[in-house]
């Protein structure tokens, strides 16, 4: 007898017949951006930081470059998962309406909400593998360490896709989505670990940083680039980033539920 | 006697302190087209997503196909096919990926979503816009594709929210030709509507709905024997005299219902209530006879016409 189809993965293939037609500009935004970064900051800034022998040893005795790239790894996933959370999972509600569609079908609000955390993990795969091949063309970043880092910046976007497509769902207005962008997301670009050590940082805004998941997805993935692995920090980290991803699940499917079925 | 489809008893539903329906007892056989007739908030919609399983019962039993959807509601949504007031395509997509994509909701693999496709968009007469962006598509050419899409499940069941609302007369034309075919097929169909005419062209059976209840139920020309006379007579006086000269037409038939725009006198012969209306001296600015409508039946059972 054959076996149904997860219902999520049924989602899922929905989702893969939108992208095959915007790939192409995904792509570029999710690669290019961070690619951009990496030169401008880890080339242009990183030949300022790597001649001050002190610089590099706060950065754990690497050069600039390789300290910034699995930062950028994290972060683009953080932005791409963050952003595809809000418009497209209101109007799935609201404008396009398809979330209606499907509840039509036999698939559920659950089904909605895993399919949308498992593309979401996709697309930050998809986002990390492509910056970690780039990666891998440079002395300085190559390193076996870059496969797990992608899966670490898998994590950390559904950290993020999670907890926001809970607000989404719940959302009468996208009012809230620029806010989330500003004080959110961009001073978590900023200061989340990515581009200097977080010790560099007032310790206010060092909790502000570790409070959010972005950060002990940055500190797991350059442990991996870099080999320098601690194994029990590596499973604190790690579980406190899913912590986000289970709990925002938990709250959208029951959200969604609500809005799907009144 | 076949196994209903559809049963409902003392159905109701409930939003916080509002009750949109308010205890409705239904049955729908197999293969028949049963329409909810009624004005905007009469409660057709609330009615309609409870029997599609996506709006649980507030109280009552509903059953389709002898299941209850509080228990099996996925079993029983992948057995009927929706068409809501509001189309859900994804207007960014082509008219073939919108069916892909639904096809796949429903688990059929991708060969058999393709074979459905090509199938349905011939159906539905879209054949030729199958790579076109949904966003392109008349209102008309939306609607078609929703009802299409629906169909990719091939359900025993097709509910269809105000299929025609918001499309000009030829465009409805060719929609309710489409839906007859369904119906040739065997396609149970129940579907809402605040249209007299196309309850009367689709509809073997209707309930009138108002307020939440049901306020009476037959197949449309039982209704109008039962409820109004064979013709009715329009009469149409200067603008704000209705009020005013409507009285003195009593006596003149059945009876008689002014509105604003006009006084309509029941009569089974509309001719000679019209030479009568002359006879006592009434000289409206128009007079037309016709034969009685579902329209009529509305007016006397809610008291208000559809349009409101």
Known sequence: MQIATPGPLRVVSGHLVVFRRLWRLNLLSSFVQPMLYLLGL??????????????????????????????????????????????????????????????????????IVLGHMIWMAMRAGITGAAVATALAFVDDTRSWGLVPAVIVAMAVGIAFAMPIMAYSVGAEMDGGFPAIQRFVIIPLFLFGGAFYPLSQLPEAVQWFARAFPLWHGVVVARGFTTGDTDWAGVAGHLAYVLLWAAVGTVVSIRRLAGRLYP | MPEPLIVARGLKKRFDEFEAVKGIDVEVQPGEVFGFLGPNGAGKSSTMRMIACVSPASEGTLRLFGMDPAVDGAKIRARIGVVPQLDTLDTELSVQENLWIYGRYFDLSRAECRRRATELLEFAQLTDRADSVVEHLSGGMKRRLSIARSLINEPELLLLD??????????????????????????????TTHYMDEAEQLCDRLVVMDQGLIVAEGSPRELIDRYSTREVLELRFGAGTNDQFGPQVAGIGDRFEVLPDRVLVYADDGEAALAEAH??????????????SLEDVFLLLTGRSLAD
């Open chain 1, 42 to 111: 880890g080339v242009g800034v990183g030949a300022l930081v790597d001649r001050n022998a002190g610089s590099t040893a706060t950065l754990g005795g690497v050069s600039y470059v390789a300290f910034v790239a699995p930062g950028l790894m994290a972060t683009t996933a953080m932005a791409v998962c963050a952003a595809e959370s809000m418009w497209p999972v209101m109007g799935g509600l609201k404008w396009r309406r398809d979330y209606h569609g499907i509840a039509a079908t036999p698939l559920d609000a659950t089904d």
């Open chain 2, 162 to 191: 105000e299929p025609t609302t918001g499309l000009d007369p030829q465009a409805r034309h060719v929609l309710w030709e489409r839906l007859y075919r369904l119906k040739q097929q065997g396609v149970t169909q129940v579907l």
């Open chain 2, 279 to 292: 006879h006592r001296g009434l000289r409206p600015e128009s007079a037309l006879v016709r034969r009685s």
